[in-house]
């Protein structure tokens, strides 16, 4: 390639206010999970639906980038974006300071609220404050999925319970509704989906709400993860998010999957 023609890439770049491995192809590559309903759904083809792909087209949007999502298994997000596999992770994950040690973070753009599912009937489902749920829960198989907040959460409030995790939600709706799980523990959305199911219906909502205000290890928020020297991508980045929730178009999609407002006010 002559000097005109990169000359002309690098400015092409700068005009994005991106560095020029994510503006060569025209295109931000997104990390998503691909298997949690209704954050992020692949079909067989790849093609990815729900919030976190409504985020990431909406942020594409803004940069005027073509978006092409790459689906990982959710506890392999930050090891493959570190790996340059992706750009940018959107996939439901929530801002911790022990993912901050790997990478960073945009603004937080949603928040949601995380509860227990448990058999009707059960002792654990007619439980109503949070500290009688913590002891509960000693000796019962409480199912979650890996590397997520839930896990974390359970295992640092609820260290005498029989922590299990999945690599996906499916596994884990599974085993909770063959038996084999006394309880399962996730944001409200997923369970929400999960009781709406057939293999749902003996089941209900522990009535006791877990925010992120409840405890550290549940973060601050949804993010969007960039790998630490990506410091251009991140203003950008931030600079859409803020504007995509000041102009309601982040609302106007979580009312779509979530059926209310997630979205939170730039901070």
Request: with cysteine.
């Amino acid at each position: 390639m002559s000097f005109k023609l990169l000359s002309f890439a690098a400015a092409a770049a700068m005009a994005l206010g991106l560095n020029a491995a994510h503006a060569a192809e025209g295109e931000l590559v997104i990390g998503t999970e691909g298997a949690y309903p209704p954050f992020s759904m692949a079909d067989a083809n790849g093609n990815v639906t729900g919030f976190d792909a409504d985020v990431g087209n909406m942020l594409c949007d803004k940069l005027e980038l073509k978006c092409r999502f790459v689906v990982q298994a959710f506890d392999g997000l930050i090891p493959a974006l570190n790996a340059k596999r992706f750009d940018v992770i959107i996939s439901g994950m929530s801002i911790t300071d022990e993912r901050r040690k790997q990478i960073d973070f945009s603004v937080g753009y949603a928040e949601f609220a995380n509860q227990f599912v448990a058999k009707k009937g059960s002792d654990l489902a007619g439980i109503t404050d949070i500290e009688a749920l913590k002891a509960a829960t000693d000796g019962l198989r409480i199912g979650v999925q890996g590397g997520t907040t839930h896990a974390a959460y359970v295992e640092k409030n609820m260290p005498n319970a029989q922590l299990v995790t999945y690599d996906t939600l499916d596994q884990m709706q599974i085993d909770l509704s063959s038996g084999r799980l006394d309880a399962s523990f996730s944001d409200l959305s997923a369970q929400e989906d999960f009781l709406a199911k057939p293999e749902g219906a003996d089941f209900a909502l522990v009535d006791v709400v877990i925010d992120s205000t409840s405890d550290a290890t549940l973060g601050e928020g949804l993010g969007v993860g960039i790998r630490k020297d990506d410091t251009e991508l991140k203003d950008k980045i931030n600079t859409a998010l803020c504007e995509l929730v000041a102009d309601g178009s982040m609302g106007k999609s979580s009312e779509t999957w979530f059926k209310s407002d997630i979205s939170r006010a730039c901070q």
